[in-house]
């Protein structure tokens, strides 16, 4: 993402290439990216911008530091997404059941997970505007390293499943056990000790290319106590049908 993490970030503004009033997120350094069309700018002009952010309220940030996801978001989901989850054996309403919504201004699949004062603790946005490269497909608002997000299930029974992306966990959570989505394919230390303390058993499936990183997490989590082994497959878990993934994870 052109380096922009090796400086700090001060706030988000317009995009002049695709028109969104704040998907541009601009960093000290006077470089900026928007997470909308992929656009990345720089020089002089970028950095007069950054110089109009004194503060957090500038940021668009709240008093805890997450960015607010979009205001716009709703459950009429275009056709496009409504064909994309049915891929997966997913509909509208496990959708709206779930806490999913859709930013039409943004063009965005936005996932939402909430605290206890039923405020957004963590949100993560997948792009469907055309023209989004596949690496900038997905902008995550607050750290998904300090919060426990997970998609439910009735029949869970202590049983949870790390896998990397929400639509799997969500399949997963359908199937029989709480699907844990760890937005990539790490988890820090002090999570993985979180998620061992509320599960009896804790199954790591990631990606086929992310087997190393499975077996590293199933070892730590196997040292705090609980039941836990590294599921690998050729696909995602979404791919998959829930009658298969019970089969695996029960």
Not at 19 to 31: F, L, P, Q
Not at 218 to 244: F, M, N, Q, W
Request: hydrophobic letters at 35%; a positive charge.
């Amino acid at each position: 993402m052109y380096g922009l993490s090796e400086s700090r970030f001060v706030g988000h503004g317009p995009c002049e290439k695709c028109g969104s009033k704040d998907n541009v997120a601009w960093y000290e350094s006077g470089t900026g990216y928007c997470f909308g069309c992929g656009a990345y700018f720089k020089g002089a002009r970028g950095a007069s911008l950054v110089a109009q952010f004194p503060n957090n309220a500038r940021k668009g940030l709240r008093e805890d530091g997450v960015r607010p996801p979009p205001d716009d978001y709703c459950t009429d989901f275009p056709h496009k997404v409504v064909a994309w989850i049915s891929k997966y054996d997913l509909t509208p309403v496990d959708l709206i059941r779930n806490n999913v919504k859709w930013s039409p201004s943004r063009e965005q699949l936005i996932y939402l997970f909430f605290g206890e004062h039923s405020d957004v603790v963590l949100w993560q946005a997948r792009n469907f505007r055309e023209g989004v490269s596949h690496k900038d497909r997905f902008f995550t608002g607050g750290t998904p390293n300090e919060v426990v997000a997970a998609y439910h299930s009735s029949q869970a029974r202590g049983t949870g499943v790390v896998v990397e992306d929400c639509i799997s966990a969500m399949k997963v959570a359908m199937a029989g056990a709480d699907g844990i989505p760890c937005f990539g394919s790490t988890l820090s230390d002090k999570k993985l000790t979180r998620l061992a303390g509320l599960y009896d058993r804790l199954f790591i499936w990631l990606d086929y290319d992310k087997f190393k990183e499975s077996t590293k997490m199933a070892r730590k989590a196997g040292l705090l106590g609980v039941k836990t082994r590294t599921i690998c497959t050729d696909l995602d878990p979404k791919e998959y049908s829930r009658d298969l993934i019970q089969g695996m994870i029960i």
